[in-house]
């Protein structure tokens, strides 16, 4: 038979469950507090807020698709690229019906993407490897659009992800990326600090990342928008169409005082426009049609 728990371990367990729920409360509670007071001084109001870039991206995305099939005359299906989408792609059932588009993914890893439901084909690549010409010859000039929603801020080379995005998307095509930025102070603490700190921490401060993971951040070629960015891009085989700023994190959230001293600062900066401290990019590329990508 199965011995009956001591008295003093049934205490303990107790105790436990006891302050784990007080925490839990307590958490809950500064969230609530935080989003008040976010409210209140009018931050998520704001269209440039970072609460809003992932619907400003998302509709970017449907323009473009409606755009493009409407321009379409030959009534095949747009063929749309995410890069870096692994376990969940922004773009819906719904966007694809609407847009009447194919959604392929392209990632390093097989096992997330098989988990994406949202992809008719998957590319298992590297966005960084410099061989693209060669094992990505059947894609090239094949996309009419390629989208990332924070992957770009993964990127240890750059320069090369561009230059594939170019070669893989058609001369009319265009790309559209939304990333973190690294001068926005929370973000750039996560940046200089090393990953056996942030990676626990982001866990606390975000336990619904422990579902999608975190990844090294590098934050190259991933500023406010400026002309210093778009000779990059210009470098790089793009014309920039379009773009906004974004400021303002909630990681804090869960801790009011923290995250009220941040939402003032991102106020005062969001007021004022100050793009190096922008929190937020979404940035339309079109393909330079005029010229290869420099090497």
């Known amino acids: 038979m199965r011995a009956a728990a001591s008295p003093s371990a049934s205490v303990l367990k107790w105790m436990l469950s006891s302050i784990r729920r007080a925490t839990n409360d307590f958490l809950a509670f500064n969230i609530k507090l935080s989003a008040s007071f976010s409210r209140a001084i009018g931050l998520t109001d704001l269209s440039t807020y970072s609460g809003a870039s992932s619907s400003y991206?998302?509709?970017?995305?449907?323009?473009a698709l409606l755009t493009m099939r409407n321009a379409?005359?030959?009534?095949?299906?747009?063929?749309?690229?995410?890069?870096?989408?692994?376990?969940?792609?922004?773009?819906?059932?719904?966007?694809?019906?609407?847009?009447?588009?194919?959604?392929y993914g392209m990632d390093l890893s097989a096992e997330e993407m098989n988990q994406n439901d949202a992809?008719?084909?998957?590319?298992?690549?590297?966005?960084?490897?410099?061989?693209?010409?060669?094992d990505l010859a059947p894609y090239a000039k094949t996309f009419d659009l390629i989208?990332?929603?924070?992957?770009?801020?993964?990127?240890?080379?750059?320069?090369?992800?561009?230059?594939?995005?170019?070669?893989?998307?058609?001369?009319?095509?265009?790309?559209?990326?939304l990333y973190p930025t690294l001068f926005d102070p929370f973000l750039t603490l996560n940046h200089v600090l090393p990953g056996w700190l942030t990676k626990p921490a982001l866990m606390i401060l975000q336990p619904s990342r422990a579902q999608t993971g975190k990844f090294p951040s590098r934050y190259k070629y991933c500023r406010?928008?400026?002309?210093?960015?778009?000779?990059?891009?210009?470098?790089?085989?793009?014309?920039?169409?379009?773009?906004?700023?974004?400021?303002?994190?909630?990681?804090?959230?869960?801790?009011?005082?923290?995250?009220?001293?941040?939402?003032?600062?991102?106020?005062?900066?969001?007021?004022?426009?100050?793009?190096?401290?922008?929190s937020r990019s979404c940035v339309k590329l079109l393909k330079d049609k005029r010229k290869d990508p420099v090497v």
């Open 147 to 177: 989208v990332s929603h924070t992957f770009l801020e993964h990127v240890n080379d750059p320069e090369t992800t561009h230059r594939l995005l170019a070669f893989l998307l058609k001369d009319t095509g265009m790309a559209i990326h």
């Open 224 to 278: 406010a928008y400026s002309p210093g960015l778009q000779f990059k891009y210009k470098k790089l085989g793009f014309e920039v169409q379009d773009y906004r700023n974004f400021y303002g994190t909630d990681y804090l959230r869960r801790f009011f005082p923290l995250q009220a001293l941040l939402d003032i600062f991102y106020l005062l900066v969001l007021k004022s426009d100050f793009k190096l401290l922008s």
């Open 119 to 134: 992809l008719d084909e998957r590319i298992v690549y590297d966005a960084c490897n410099g061989s693209y010409e060669r």
């Open 57 to 63: 991206y998302i509709d970017a995305v449907k323009r």
């Open 72 to 103: 379409k005359a030959d009534g095949r299906p747009l063929l749309v690229l995410d890069v870096g989408c692994g376990k969940t792609s922004f773009i819906t059932d719904e966007m694809k019906r609407d847009g009447l588009c194919l959604l």
